[in-house]
């Protein structure tokens, strides 16, 4: 069964770092979304991504974030420089259609730890 | 006001029994509603949906019923089996005109079957 992976599973990085998290989508899938939890909090939306521009954000995502697909494959979540907060699980989610009515397939995540 | 709210932080039930997971909301707008499964180093998986038109969705042992007016959903599972054992999430599309359905979480509940 097609799946969403994600590299790497953990990422430590001190504060100021610049991070890049990784995501490969299911093949057919055109559209992306990043999505994070913060340990104890909830599942929290970033961004969507279609048709090789940001579609939707939420307030989290800030200046210091930005997506892009540069391959053709891979579909990234950058973090500029990284702040204590941002310490999460990062999850990617693709899902073959628009909308509302569609499943999302999510990837096993990032933990993303800044010291 | 979009919110999706699971006030059960967990749930243990025996091996056969049911589960029920229960999970309300705040805005009338939501049409569409997901429940997903999550394991420890994994990421949510997509369990079962169910639309506002309808008022039960069944899939094998899990049956989702939906009480509108009450802004309530629930997930049914029977018979309870110790592999079910996970953090169950209740999602929710954003309702609004040319939201690319990015998900509004529940806090999630953690179900354990005891053998």
């Known amino acids: 069964e097609p799946e969403v992976t994600q590299t790497p599973s953990h990422q430590v990085t001190q504060m100021g770092q610049e991070v890049i998290l990784r995501c490969v989508p299911i093949?057919?899938?055109?559209?992306f979304y990043w999505y994070r939890q913060i340990l104890g909090q909830k599942v929290e939306f970033l961004v969507s991504?279609?048709?090789?521009?940001?579609?939707?954000k939420s307030e989290i995502f800030d200046d210091q974030f930005s997506v892009e697909r540069p391959d053709g494959s891979n579909f990234t979540l950058k973090i500029r420089s990284t702040k204590l907060e941002d310490s999460a699980m990062y999850f990617c989610?693709?899902?073959?259609?628009?909308?509302?009515?569609?499943?999302?397939?999510f990837g096993p995540g990032t933990r993303l730890t800044v010291l | 006001d979009q919110q999706v709210k699971q006030n059960s932080p967990s749930l243990s039930v025996q091996e056969g029994r049911i589960s029920i997971l229960n999970c309300d909301y705040t805005?009338?707008?939501?049409?569409?509603f997901l429940w997903y499964k999550k394991y420890p180093a994994e990421g949510p998986t997509f369990l079962i949906s169910?639309?506002?038109?309808?008022d039960k969705n069944e899939d094998g042992r899990f049956t989702v019923f939906l009480n509108k007016s009450a802004k309530h959903l629930s997930l049914h599972i029977v018979p309870s089996q110790p592999g079910d054992s996970a953090v169950y999430f209740c999602a929710a599309p954003r309702p609004d005109r040319g939201s690319q359905g990015n998900l509004i979480f529940g806090k999630g509940t953690k179900l354990s079957v005891k053998p």
């Open positions: 093949s057919n899938h055109l559209y």
């Open positions: 805005n009338s707008m939501f049409d569409y």
């Open positions: 991504f279609y048709n090789n521009e940001i579609s939707e």
């Open positions: 989610a693709t899902c073959q259609g628009g909308g509302i009515y569609n499943e999302q397939f």
């Open positions: 169910i639309s506002s038109i309808k």
